[in-house]
């Protein structure tokens, strides 16, 4: 039987250890928390610190940084990148390859398009064809 984990050499010459999610095969990082009913697909790292929410699903090449915050029921669609300390509220939803910068937050049950690219620190909220609103 295979080994249910992986180590991966950081920028810094230091060694992180990501297991793989039981529900889809996903790379989580030492740290990070992932709830069991989450989907993360193959080929999706998620990194120390991070929080992945109740039937949360991160496709494959997703990438959720460091203390980033992933609600219940949101969806990161593939080769999305989540920046540190980003928070995607419940039932959001991020497009293909959409960058979400550092620290930004994306209001419960927005929908962010593909390759959309939302500036770190800022709120987002949008109505529910995508538009985006103050938040």
């Known amino acids: 039987m295979g080994k249910n984990y992986i180590d991966?050499?950081?920028d810094h010459g230091g060694t992180l250890r990501y297991r793989k999610h039981a529900?889809?095969?996903?790379?989580?990082?030492?740290?990070?928390?992932?709830?069991p009913q989450a989907h993360v697909e193959a080929g999706a790292y998620i990194e120390p610190g991070a929080r992945i929410g109740a039937g949360a699903v991160v496709s494959r090449g997703a990438w959720i940084q460091d203390d980033a915050v992933i609600g219940s029921n949101a969806r990161i669609d593939a080769h999305a990148h989540i920046g540190a300390g980003a928070t995607v509220g419940d039932?959001?939803?991020?497009?293909?390859?959409t960058e979400v910068g550092a620290g930004a937050h994306i209001a419960r049950g927005a929908r962010i398009g593909d390759d959309e690219t939302v500036p770190a620190g800022q709120a987002i909220a949008t109505d529910r064809k995508g538009l985006w609103l103050a938040a």
Request: glycine share 22%.
């Open 91 to 97: 039932g959001a939803s991020i497009g293909v390859r």
């Open 23 to 35: 529900n889809g095969r996903g790379l989580v990082a030492h740290g990070a928390k992932v709830h």
């Open 8 to 10: 991966i050499e950081d």
